[in-house]
């Protein structure tokens, strides 16, 4: 069974740092792309990142290029977010996704295979 754990959500001021994890299991980590996405509240999914499954590939959506760093370790089954310079806007449920292919992902939601259950986050002062 595919599982997919988000850690790290929580509290933190304007330009603040966070840190998110995503731990899988019950597949073959290394071989499938990923990515992270989010859900302001009262607002829809958005994508927010994506990573290939070497990791030699990634990007982000406009509003958080240059903020947001995705990065994995595929020993670890483990899928990262380093969030930086954190705004208001950026509070939200951020969930890992597993895309149906390793090398090379889209935004396209529908086309992720399975989901975690979210890390909430939640930027003000």
């Known amino acids: 069974e595919v599982q997919l754990v988000e850690s790290g959500g929580g509290l933190v001021q304007p330009g603040g740092s966070l840190r998110l994890s995503c731990a899988a299991s019950?597949?073959?980590?290394?071989?499938?792309?990923m990515s992270w996405v989010r859900q302001a509240p009262g607002k829809g999914l958005e994508w927010v990142s994506g990573i290939t499954s070497s990791g030699g590939i990634t990007s982000y959506a406009d509003s958080v290029k240059g903020r947001f760093t995705i990065f994995r370790d595929n020993a670890k089954n483990t899928l990262y977010l380093q969030m930086n310079s954190l705004k208001p806007e950026d509070t939200a449920v951020y969930y890992c996704?597993?895309?149906?292919?390793?090398?090379?992902?889209?935004?396209?939601?529908?086309?992720?295979?399975?989901w975690g259950q979210g890390t909430q986050v939640t930027v003000s002062s």
């Open positions: 996704a597993k895309y149906k292919l390793g090398v090379y992902y889209t935004g396209t939601l529908t086309e992720y295979t399975n």
């Open positions: 019950g597949f073959t980590f290394s071989t499938y792309a």
